[in-house]
Structure formats: C-alpha cells, structure tokens
C-alpha cells in the first residue's frame, strides 16, 4: 500500500493546526518555534522517550557571530562559515539551505539560551577540520542526552504534547499536494488518525535503512551504522510520492573515531589537538583532520577495519573533556603508558614505526611543518608522555541527503514550486554538505537539524494562522 493516501480514507479523531513528525533536535526546535509563533502543535515520535541521532551526539552546533564567540574574542561571520562550506564542499553546498543555516545559527542558539534556558557556552579546540573559526557552541556536559532532555523540558514547559510509541506510517493527502493528516500505529498494532493544517518531517534521514543506504551511499554501506535505529527514510519515501524533489541521497557523515569494540563515540578533539592514528603496524596512514567522513574510509581500509587514536597527555586531557572519553576511560578500553615501547606492547603493534610516528608528530609541532598529507600540528600541543591508546573503527553516523527546500524550509518540487502545507528539517531535508561524504563539516547536523527546525515551525505556524484568517 502506498505511504501517501487520498483524505476519503482517513477517519481523522482530530486536527491540529501543527504537527510534527519525530522528536529530535529538528521536531522539538519546530515544535518550540511554532508554539512562541502562537500555534497549537502536537509532536509524534515512534520512540518510547524522545531521543534520537541527537541524543547520541555531541551537541556541538556552530554559531557563526554569536555574542558567545564575541565574549571569547573570536570575530566571525555568518558569510565566513557559508564560505568554509564553500571550499569544504568544493562549491556544491546547497546555496538556499546553506545561506538560511548560516544566517540563523547564532541567533538560533541565542534564541534557545534565552527563550528556553539552554547554556550554551563555546567549545574550545575547534578550529579545524574546514572551520576557519572556533565557532562551536555546547551544553556544559557535551553530550547530546543533555540536549534533547533541555529540548524535552522546554516543550513541557511551553505545554507543547510530544506523544510517544506513536509511529507515523502513512501520510494523507488531496489531489493537490495538501497533506491533510497522518496515521499512527501504536506498538500493540492499534492505529490512529490524526488531521492537520500543516505538517513538519522532522523524521530525519535513512541510515537506519540498511536497503536504502545501500542504494544511495554503497560506499559506507559496509560500515557500522551509529546513529538513530528509526532513522528509516520515512519523509523521504513520503516526500517522493507526493512529487517533492530529492538533492543528494549520496551524502553522509561517517566518522574515524567510534570505540571498537565498545561503540562509544570518541570526540575529534582529542586527534585536532595533535592526536594520531596508527595502524596495527603502527603507522599513519593519511591526515587525520581532513574531514570525519573520508576519515571512515580510510579507517575502514587498514587491515582489520580498525586503528588506533594515540594520544599525548596533553590530548587526552583535552579528550577527556568529555564525558564519553571518560566513560570508554573507566571501561577500560583506553591504555596508559609511560612509554611509547610499553603502549606498543599492550595495543600489540610494533614498537619502532608507532615511535617513528610520534618523532614526526613531535618535529612537526617544532618547526610547524606539513607532513606528507599536509597537515600541520600546533606548536604549543607537542604530544608528551604519558601515552595513551584506544582501539577504533570507522562508522556511519547520519546520511545528509534529503528532501528539497526552500528558504522557509517549504518542501519543493523539481520545478522549485513548493508543496501547499509540508515543511521539512533536520535529516529529513537536503543538508549542507553537498554531495558524497567529504563535503560534512561538523557540526552540519545540529546545524540544520535546529535552524531548519525552527525555519519551519515559524514558517508552518505562519501559514496555519493566514489559513484561520482567511476563512
Ligand atoms: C554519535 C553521533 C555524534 C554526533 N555529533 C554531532 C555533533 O556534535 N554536532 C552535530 O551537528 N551533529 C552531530 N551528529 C549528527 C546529529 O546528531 C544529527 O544530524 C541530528 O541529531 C539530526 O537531528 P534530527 O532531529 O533530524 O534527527 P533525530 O535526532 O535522529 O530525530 C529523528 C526522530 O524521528 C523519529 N522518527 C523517525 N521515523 C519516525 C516515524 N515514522 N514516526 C515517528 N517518529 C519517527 C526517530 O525515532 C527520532 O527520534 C552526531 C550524530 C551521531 C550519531
């Protein structure tokens, strides 16, 4: 049966005016957007409690010009950050999506901080991987749980239902596009129809799809997926049938840093800050802060799909930041020695090239020279003992391909022409990261997920009261 049915066959219990489909960073800022627009709103999320991709992130959300980075002396632009992506993407960024995301970012975060009570403060250490700035933005404990428990609470307190175990399996609409209302169906196979004057998909992307990832991505398709098990490609499958154009299914996060064998997410902090990898022959094999996405790959290649993060104290003093970095520590998965021959032997690489390695690591910091892939390594973070290991894979983490939008975050058509009442953000719609994987500057997800989030909230409840006043 179809995802998309005529309106004749709902039996619609009841309507309002918003509703939002998934409760991640994306469903919950919408959500929170419409309701300060003055819109009744209803949240539906499949998940016993909202947690999502979001949840298991590291909340870092980039704020180009926002009184935070002013506070911290940083001087940036949205302009510059929609450049950054530029060269990150070769050109190919979407230019409506990335100008919207760009523009809105800090004051999206501000909005959060003062509307809602989230504090923010900025992350250090993240001028890197493609960002000519630090102008990451996170919670105190940098984890995502912390984000969408914020995100929860505030959408409590704005008295905003965020219905859970309510899965939406299928869409309902007119001849023209109008998507009228959604079916959910519950855990004990019961369903549910729900009208609408508008609908966001905030249901993210397809990684939880392993069929679809298949399709669009082969190329990590082999590769652990870490990111939201119900993450299953709904709003595109949705989107496509009522005639909305897709952009760039091929495009992903993958990341070079997920604890092996505890799936623990290791931060990049702790390779940017002159961290390396090696692997089990102890080698580098390429630059470790050219971009997480290509950095899966090029993990996945080693013999054995997985590599080592070695670090100085000074980066694991800086990993350790983290939260997550200390709960791998206190599992045991992260090796301490105080030399570079014992940590050769308890990693179980050999001694002489893991050495090397570190030699190269410690001149280049000296001189502030290239190595042979081009990266540099900061001066003042020179890696000495003692030395620490954990053992690593490549994973995917979220596919950044999606439905078309504009600026209001409307889903389109081919011929540009939007859709009369569906909006859609976060993994859902196309992100900003052009096509393929080495185009995702971090924190591209979080990006898109709150400020096409809060795009469309504002936009749909605009819409939704025009409608009231027209009749
Ligand atoms: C380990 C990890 C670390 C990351 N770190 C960062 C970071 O630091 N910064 C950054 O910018 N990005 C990061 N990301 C990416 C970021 O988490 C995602 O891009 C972002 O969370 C997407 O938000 P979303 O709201 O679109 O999706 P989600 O947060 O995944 O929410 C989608 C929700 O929709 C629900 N849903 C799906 N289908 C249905 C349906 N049919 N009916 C009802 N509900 C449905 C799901 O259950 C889910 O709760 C990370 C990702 C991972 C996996």
Redesign the pocket.
């Known amino acids: 049966m179809s995802s998309v049915r005529p309106t004749s066959e709902a039996h619609f219990g009841t309507t309002v005016p918003v509703l939002v489909?998934?409760?991640?960073?994306?469903?919950l800022t919408a959500a929170l957007a419409a309701r300060d627009a003055g819109a009744e709103v209803v949240v539906?999320?499949?998940?016993v409690v909202?947690?999502?991709?979001?949840?298991?992130?590291?909340?870092?959300?980039p704020g180009p010009g926002s009184r935070y980075q002013r506070a911290a002396g940083i001087v940036d632009t949205p302009q510059r950050m929609y450049d950054d992506l530029l060269v990150k993407t070769k050109g190919r960024t979407d230019p409506v999506v990335a100008k919207l995301c760009t523009e809105t970012a800090a004051a999206t975060i501000e909005w959060l901080a003062d509307r809602f009570g989230l504090p923010f403060e900025m992350a250090p250490i993240w001028q890197a991987f493609g960002h000519s700035r630090a102008r990451m933005h996170q919670l105190p404990g940098g984890t995502?749980e912390e984000f969408i428990e914020h995100l929860t609470a505030a959408a409590e307190r704005e008295g905003i239902d965020v219905i859970t175990e309510?899965?939406?399996?299928q869409l309902f609409a007119d001849a023209d596009g109008t998507v009228t209302g959604v079916r959910i169906t519950r855990p004990d196979g019961g369903t549910e129809d729900i009208g609408c004057g508008a609908l966001i998909l905030?249901?993210?992307g397809f990684g939880g799809n392993a069929e679809m990832v298949r399709e669009h991505v082969p190329e990590i398709a082999e590769a652990t997926y870490?990111?939201?098990e119900?993450?299953?490609g709904?709003a595109i499958r949705w989107g496509r049938a009522l005639g909305a154009a897709v952009r760039n299914l091929d495009a992903y996060?993958g990341?070079p840093a997920l604890a092996d064998p505890h799936r623990i997410?290791m931060n990049l902090e702790g390779l940017s800050s002159g961290g390396i990898q090696v692997n089990v022959h102890g080698e580098r094999f390429y630059n470790e802060c050219e971009s997480p996405s290509t950095g899966a790959l090029h993990v996945l290649r080693q013999p054995g799909g997985s590599v080592f993060n070695i670090y100085g104290q000074r980066q694991f003093e800086i990993a350790c930041d983290r939260k997550r970095t200390r709960m791998a520590d206190e599992l045991g998965a992260i090796k301490h020695a105080a030399t570079l021959d014992e940590l050769a032997g308890m990693i179980g690489v050999p001694a002489q090239p893991l050495k090397d390695a570190v030699a190269e690591a410690q001149r280049l910091c000296a001189t502030n020279g290239a190595d042979r892939w081009g990266r540099r390594f900061e001066p003042d973070l020179v890696m000495a003992p003692p030395f620490h290991a954990i053992r690593v894979t490549g994973a995917l983490?979220?596919t950044q391909g999606g439905l078309a939008i504009d600026h209001e975050a409307r889903v389109v058509r081919e011929n540009g022409q939007a859709l009369p009442n569906l909006f859609a953000?976060?993994?859902?719609a196309v992100g900003i990261s052009g096509p393929g994987g080495a185009g995702y500057l971090?924190?591209?997800?979080?990006?898109?997920?709150t400020c096409l989030?809060r795009a469309a909230g504002s936009a749909a409840a605009r819409l939704v009261a025009r409608r009231e006043a027209a009749e």
């Open positions: 489909a998934g409760a991640g960073a994306c469903g539906l999320e499949r998940s909202p947690q999502g991709s979001t949840s298991m992130s590291s909340a870092l959300i995502g309510a899965h939406v399996t905030a249901t993210s870490f990111g939201w119900h993450n299953r709904d996060q990341f997410s983490y979220h953000g976060g993994g859902a971090p924190g591209n997800g979080l990006l898109t997920a989030g």
